[in-house]
């Protein structure tokens, strides 16, 4: 299964700084009706021009850690799973009952920017350079939740399924009032738009979408009918 993901890598691409996987083997070979998507991967495509897409592959395919996940493993600062958004994905994942490492969780877009901005000028290029792997995952997982880190992430994977359909919103209880919110599509597969973890402090009472997230989980199961 992994093999056919990543044949749905555009080799166009494959040269770029960026990055796929933040989670292991086994996420991305099991049914999981939920999947994490950010919007790229952050950091400095220039001082990071050596961690290309291709390296990530090759890492992936070699990799022996098949119950592994990038927020919970990897060192971003301090020891692992502590720094920035890390333990606030950690919490909702936690609220969720589910493994970090058995859930699947990539990027919108492989390709690392060093702004927001810089991604915007490419979308129309590298987002249907990648959808075609996140179109294989949804299909062969079974994924019917996706969680978005983010309004651009969300807003461009609503486009992508044709999630137009409300279906449920959470606003932050603070002066900020942030609201994530929830869409789902004519198949009933859902998109979750969630405030973006790196702000957002998604492990206080105040600001967490657990709440949505489960609604949407449970709004968006298979009819037995």
């Not at 990530?56 to 600062?77: F, G, M, P, T």
């Not at 990539?106 to 920017?113: E, I, L, P, Q, W």
Request: overall charge neutral; hydrophobic content about 35%; charged content about 25%.
């Amino acid at each position: 299964m992994i093999d056919e993901l990543i044949a749905c890598v555009a080799p166009s691409i494959l040269g770029r700084s960026g990055s796929i996987f933040y989670s292991g083997r086994r996420a991305f070979t099991q049914p999981s009706n939920i999947y994490i998507l950010g919007l790229n991967p952050g950091g400095c495509p220039i001082r990071q021009a050596s961690d290309t897409i291709e390296r990530d592959l090759e890492r992936i395919k070699a990799d022996d850690r098949e119950n592994w996940s990038a927020y919970r493993d990897e060192v971003w600062e301090g020891a692992p799973g502590t720094h920035g958004m890390q333990p606030r994905v950690l919490h909702l994942l936690k609220r969720l009952g589910r493994d970090p490492g058995e859930v699947p969780a990539s990027n919108v877009v492989f390709v690392r920017t060093r702004r927001e901005k810089d991604l915007h000028l490419e979308k129309n290029t590298l987002l249907p350079l990648c959808w075609g792997f996140h179109e294989k995952a949804i299909e062969q997982l079974g994924v019917r939740a996706i969680l978005c880190f983010g309004g651009t992430a969300g807003t461009w994977v609503r486009e992508k399924l044709g999630a137009d359909q409300c279906i449920g919103q959470f606003q932050e209880n603070n002066r900020r009032r942030w609201t994530s919110v929830a869409h789902s599509n004519s198949a009933g597969i859902c998109v979750a738009t969630l405030t973006h973890p790196s702000i957002a402090k998604w492990d206080t009472p105040e600001t967490d979408p657990t709440e949505l997230v489960l609604s949407v989980i449970d709004q968006s199961r298979p009819s037995t009918r």
